[in-house]
């Protein structure tokens, strides 16, 4: 039987397409952190598992086989916790940066920063924070730094910058300083219903995404959402039409939020430049969405603006069987913490990874770069071709595949908020030029 004409059942097989395409726009980031979720406190075969209120290290800067987030960036040890809130405080700690940048951002499970604190915010000295969720009725102590969560469920998300691999041991024991503690003993918790060992997706989006909305409720405000939700079958009670349903549909979902990474952000030189409202949404849920498949867990603006392309000066798709040139800025990209070009291999999922070279060169940076002067400017070469040795210094080998070009910038300058400053665009070479 067809989607369209269904006269028997409920509201959900009566809902649209369109109605399930509007819930799997609102709820696919949901889905992503419930994954990250699932992993870190019930799946003890994961390497990320932990349990509640313990921080897992990625002690070494991510590689080419890294593939547990996409997108990872190479120039921090990232360091994950997951805390419950409905079950009382938790006392977060920073530790002292050691003169380099530390971040904790604080996730809730629509992907939102709803904190951000580095050591321009709490000093370099670190600081004691005790986080609450949003019904918590007290006492606070009145001595103490307090932040108020918008939902119980929360991800404690840090990053500590390392300069090289001779520099991990130093950033290492600053990483390892970063803490969680529950002020009252947490009951165990209830195993979600979807195991992720499924071979039906619906059903383990359904189960992953009605668990996270029945701890985590959407605000008021999204009160229409609501109603949908609930049409389609993510509040809790999906019928086995529905799951069936979101099985069929969920392919095509992902590939229309890819295709309108264009709409979303309106590239300029072919470079597209981080929305405002990048890791804080609000109601811009296609934003949201895209960001999830593409760059979860981005920070917000002022904290770090991210470009990226995946196009040539004339709007052709980045492969490495081409050669290419990028003139980066003489002056330098204007951030006060750091800024790295970091390129990676495309995915037919819409997914980004670091992609295997010779070199083990993912990235240049401003702190450990090999790029030189030439006749004034700074040319980078993207290919998967090796350019003469002369050359080799400022090679950023990409895979015989698709390819994209990531600019983070943390502590972005007004001049990078305001849009005032821009990269040149990649342009498509016939040979290496010296």
């Not at 598992?49 to 002690?59: C, I, K, S």
């Not at 991210?306 to 290419?324: K, M, P, S, V």
């Not at 990874?353 to 083990?360: G, I, S, V």
């Given at each position: ?52 209120d ?35 405080p938790v006392r ?7 003169g ?9 499970v629509?992907?939102n ?20 969720g949003?019904t ?19 991800m ?9 691999d ?5 950033a290492?024991?600053?990483q390892h ?10 009951e ?6 979807a ?13 992953l995404?009605?668990?996270?909305l ?23 009670s ?6 069936e349903?979101?099985?069929a ?7 229309r ?8 952000n ?8 981080s ?9 811009s ?7 999830a498949?593409?760059g979860?867990?981005?920070l ?16 052709r798709?980045?492969h ?10 003489d ?18 999922s819409?997914?980004?990874f670091?992609?295997?070279?010779p ?13 030189r ?25 990409a895979p ?23 990269m ?11």
């Amino acid at each position: 039987m067809s989607h369209t004409g269904m006269a028997e059942a409920g509201a959900g097989e009566r809902a649209s397409d369109d109605d399930f395409f509007a819930a799997f726009e609102f709820a696919f980031p949901v889905y992503e952190m419930a994954k990250l979720r699932h992993k870190a406190l019930h799946d003890r075969s994961d390497p990320a598992w932990t349990g509640l209120d313990v921080y897992w290290h990625q002690e070494t800067l991510a590689t080419a086989d890294d593939r547990w987030v996409t997108t990872p960036n190479i120039d921090t040890l990232y360091s994950v916790a997951w805390v419950d809130l409905a079950q009382g405080p938790v006392r977060l700690t920073i530790p002292p940066s050691e003169g380099r940048y530390v971040n904790l951002a604080l996730l809730d499970v629509y992907t939102n920063n709803f904190a951000c604190l580095s050591q321009r915010d709490v000093g370099s000295g670190g600081a004691d924070l005790l986080l609450v969720g949003p019904t918590w009725p007290g006492p606070l102590p009145a001595d103490q730094k307090v932040i108020r969560a918008p939902f119980d469920d929360v991800m404690l998300f840090a990053r500590t910058l390392v300069d090289d691999d001779a520099d991990l041991p130093a950033a290492r024991r600053v990483q390892h300083g970063f803490r969680a503690a529950a002020l009252a003993a947490h009951e165990p918790e209830a195993m979600t219903p979807a195991l992720m060992r499924s071979d039906d997706a619906g059903r383990d989006f359904v189960a992953l995404v009605a668990a996270a909305l029945c701890r985590n409720p959407p605000p008021p405000y999204e009160s229409d959402h609501l109603a949908l939700l609930e049409r389609v079958g993510l509040s809790g009670s999906a019928s086995a039409q529905q799951i069936e349903r979101w099985s069929a549909l969920l392919p095509g979902f992902l590939a229309r939020i890819r295709e309108s990474a264009r709409s979303v952000n309106v590239p300029i030189d072919q470079w597209t430049y981080s929305a405002r409202n990048l890791g804080d949404f609000g109601t811009s849920y296609r934003l949201r969405a895209l960001t999830a498949l593409r760059g979860l867990l981005a920070l917000p603006a002022s904290e770090a603006v991210y470009l990226g392309t995946e196009f040539d000066a004339d709007d052709r798709a980045l492969h490495g069987e081409n050669l290419y040139c990028l003139d980066l800025p003489d002056e330098g990209v204007p951030a006060d913490a750091f800024w790295s070009l970091t390129l990676y291999e495309k995915m037919p999922s819409g997914a980004s990874f670091l992609a295997h070279n010779p070199l083990n060169r993912y990235a240049f940076t401003d702190r450990n770069s090999t790029l030189r002067v030439v006749d004034g400017r700074i040319p980078v070469w993207v290919s998967h071709r090796r350019p003469p040795a002369a050359l080799e210094s400022n090679w950023l080998p990409a895979p015989p595949a698709p390819f994209r070009l990531a600019l983070r910038a943390y502590h972005p300058h007004p001049d990078l908020l305001a849009g005032r400053f821009r990269m040149k665009p990649v342009v498509k070479m016939e040979s290496f030029e010296s």
